[in-house]
């Protein structure tokens, strides 16, 4: 499996940023797919993710709103569109997959993203005034 983030970088208060993770080597439907941040001397926090099957995605309460997880059909690729960034949204953020529980919701990997099985390399994100 192989996870491969791009779209990281710098911005200002305020602005927006579109984050992109191409996934292969596992079967698309039958995972979730999410994003992780880890700020300096935090903890890692699920934030996102989203699932295929059905089109379920969650929101860490941080980002809802601001925030939004795509897929763009048939190609394996899911988007993290970062809108009215914060200061606090500083972080190396890392694309996940998780296998799709039937005892669980999809939302358990939001707040247990240590669950995710699969991790990509990670891309930085520094929101400066």
């Known amino acids: 499996v192989q996870l491969v983030e791009s779209g990281g970088g710098w911005v200002q208060v305020g602005g927006s940023l579109r984050l992109s993770c191409t996934a292969s080597?596992?079967?698309?439907?039958?995972?979730?797919i999410g994003w992780v941040r880890q700020a300096p001397g935090k903890e890692r926090e699920g934030i996102a993710s989203?699932?295929?099957?059905?089109?379920?995605?969650y929101y860490a309460e941080s980002v809802e709103a601001r925030f939004t997880i795509s897929s763009a059909d048939g190609k394996h690729t899911v988007y993290l569109q970062m809108n009215n960034l914060k200061p606090e949204d500083t972080a190396d953020y890392f694309c996940?997959?998780?296998?799709?529980?039937?005892?669980?919701?999809?939302?358990?990997?939001?707040?247990?993203?240590?669950?995710?099985?699969?991790w990509g390399q990670g891309t930085q994100v520094t929101v400066s005034s």
């Open positions: 989203y699932s295929s099957n059905g089109g379920n995605t």
């Open positions: 996940a997959a998780g296998p799709r529980f039937t005892a669980f919701s999809d939302s358990v990997y939001i707040s247990n993203p240590g669950q995710f099985a699969y």
């Open positions: 080597g596992l079967t698309f439907d039958d995972y979730v």
